[in-house]
């Protein structure tokens, strides 16, 4: 059974740190391990649309939205295969569910965890 499960939020401080993990485990539809697949992560503020954050391919070539780049790193550990997201300087407005994704099919992601939240507070 396939599983991808966030790791690593909570509440924090503006100008805090945070590092968020995704162990994923079980077989892709393809029959290998996820360090065969792209993963991604993205977030959902309240009231708003999930939106991309930041993805990463198997070899570990990494992808950020613009305005991103200078606070969020993302990483990944194939022989474990957990997916990372460091987050530094956070402010009020990354309080969000975090999620994790992997293996593009047809341009969108097939397997989803079921998220980890983040509040940052003033």
């Known amino acids: 059974q396939v599983q991808l499960v966030e790791s690593g939020g909570g509440s924090v401080q503006a100008g805090g740190s945070l590092k968020l993990s995704c162990a994923a485990s079980?077989?892709?539809?393809?029959?290998?391990?996820?360090?065969?697949?792209?993963m991604a992560w993205y977030r959902q503020a309240p009231g708003k649309e999930r939106e991309f954050v930041s993805s990463i391919s198997p070899g570990g070539t990494p992808t950020y939205v613009d305005s991103m780049k200078e606070r969020f790193t993302i990483s990944r550990d194939n022989a474990k295969n957990t997916l990372y997201l460091q987050i530094t300087s956070l402010k009020t407005e990354d309080t969000a569910v975090y999620y994790c994704?992997?293996?593009?099919?047809?341009?969108?992601?097939?397997?989803w965890g079921h998220g980890t939240q983040v509040t940052v507070s003033s």
């Open positions: 079980g077989y892709t539809f393809t029959g290998y391990t996820f360090s065969r697949c792209q």
């Open positions: 994704a992997a293996c593009i099919v047809e341009l969108t992601y097939r397997y």
